[in-house]
């Protein structure tokens, strides 16, 4: 894990801008940094490196491959790094390091840009080919790892955080209005190429870069370069048992992959399914291998037992005998370093959840540990959030699936997982909504705050396809849980990896179909057969949901007299966007600031303005 930044221009560009963009993220990469210029001044490449593998000077960056003739800088990793090393030696290339980076030029080398199929793992690198004179970028499947640019006039930059495109003339400081007004009214973010800030825009999920080095920045190309198929059906066919096997195999797997390290690995534990999962699985290898690890688990906690899961974590612990570390996040905290984390994030987020993680991360790094499992991308992929049952009873409705639909829903009922978070009536009328085909309405409860010229935005449709929906929330509403990863492990220098988006894993979910997707009474039945024996039923059987859940509401009315005096404050931009009358008479009501995430949107962009010294 590590820090990036490039610049392509038609004229020379100083040592001092490319000094810059990555000075501004030395917490990306504190084991060292490197520069590289190339063609006359008028390309550089920039590094932080956060060493993971290979900690010998061997693994430094800029990297270059064959004498010179390629030239990388790489944010990530490529877990099976070792497999195709063994591969490309059989090809007849030699290495001087033991570094993934070395393998990706010379996948790229070998295979050109088809060698992105080869890799598993999150990556965001630029390779510069000096003889083709060519410039080749790519994020990975997911968007585990981020990867910004921006054109102006003849000259293109690359960056791992916004931050760095600002510390020259690249943009104008502008808030991206629509952008902002969509986040306020619905909390969508990170789900597109244009970010907050108007001008810099982002490589999505699964895209590729390409430059003619000759031609200039107008040759700048981009394209899509993977496409899992999805399983639209809903009828159980195939062999369960099958699936069930494959699923433990591959998630097995996947945290082995993961362990890969020369630092220290510990995980996150929630007392959530999918990260108790995790840790099990990793005590269930070191088992497996003979090795005596007594693995360090991170958990945020609370007083008040509403938001606490530490009963579930404490479980896991004991079940997989390992060193735990509890921390408590508090409203007064978040207040004192909200500056530090907004800077962090890079654009506004629409929790305080997103504190109880920074929290984690920092306790890790405090901790010594440098790489974190976390359970990111299990309920996309495995359909574990609870509004996603009323879409799937509607599909077995609508494929004809009522002996199915009858059975799963007697035995959802059983478990108490239908009403775990809604009213069963209002279950029942998202389900009939749903198989009707009936758009349910999904408003804003800040739209009257909204001034006239935001009134036309709207939220982005989900699919009515119950497999076609969890493949649009890996590819869209995922996206900003893994930027608040990213950012908040980057900020105490620590590299976050996600098992459960292992590109074969997901891949065997988006094949299976949907009718198995929620089984006996439960969401996530694959994780949970698979834990079966390993996990404590205690947990592998919870049918309640939090992850980094904070009190959110009560810290609100602990300290809305302030908050008030924030968001009315006459130098709030956030005036901007919102009616001044109507926010104090949204503020003033009893119950509409309270209960959702509206109010620490709000607060959100009016601190991210602020900081950043954006314009509207």
Sequence with gaps: MCGIAAIFSNRPISFATIKKMTDIIEHRGPDGEGHQSLFEGKLWLGHRRLAIVDLSNNGSQPMSYKNGRYWIVFNGEIYNYIEIRKELEALGHRFVSTTDTEVIMAAYDEWGEACLHKFNGMWAFIIVDTVAKTLF????????????????????????????????????????????????????????????????????????????????????????????????????DGNLTEYQRQFKELLFDSVRLRLRSDVPVGSCLSGGMDSSSIVLVMHELFKQDGVRNNIKTFTSCFANKKYDEWEFAETIVEQAGADSYQVYPDMNDLFNEIEDLIWHQDEPFKSTSIYAQWNVMRLARQNNITVLLDGQGADETMAGYHPYISVYMANLIRAGEFQTAAEELKKLKETGLISATEPLGKVWLKIIYHALGIKIRRGSDVKELLKKEYQHITRTEIPSNFQEYLYTEIFGSLQSLLRYEDRNSMAFSIEARTPYLDYR???????????????????????????????????????????????????????????????????????????????RNWLNDPEKPFGKYHLWRLLSVHFWMKKFNLRG
């Design 137 to 236: 970028a790519s994020r990975d499947r997911f968007g585990v790892k981020p990867f910004y640019y921006v054109v102006k006039d003849e000259t293109i930059a690359f960056a791992s955080e916004i931050k760095q495109l600002l510390v020259e003339d690249f943009v104008n400081k502008k808030a991206n209005r629509d952008k902002v007004a969509k986040f306020l009214l619905f909390g969508e973010v990170n789900m597109e190429k244009e970010t907050f800030f108007e001008g810099v825009n982002q490589l999505l999920p699964s895209e590729a870069m390409r430059i003619n080095l000759d031609e200039g920045v107008g040759s700048l190309k981009t394209w899509r370069y993977y496409h899992p198929l999805v399983n639209k059906a809903m009828k159980r």
């Design 505 to 583: 894993l997901v891949e065997l979910m988006l094949s299976i179909p949907g009718g198995y997707k929620i089984y006996g009474g439960y969401t996530k039945p694959f994780l949970r057969q698979a834990m079966k024996g390993i996990m404590n039923d205690k947990v592998r059987l919870r049918v309640d949901k939090k992850g980094f859940v904070t009190p959110e509401d009560i810290w609100y009315r602990e300290k809305f007299t302030e908050i008030q005096s924030i968001l009315l404050s006459n130098d709030s931009p956030l005036d901007l966007w919102i009616d001044k009358a109507q926010l």
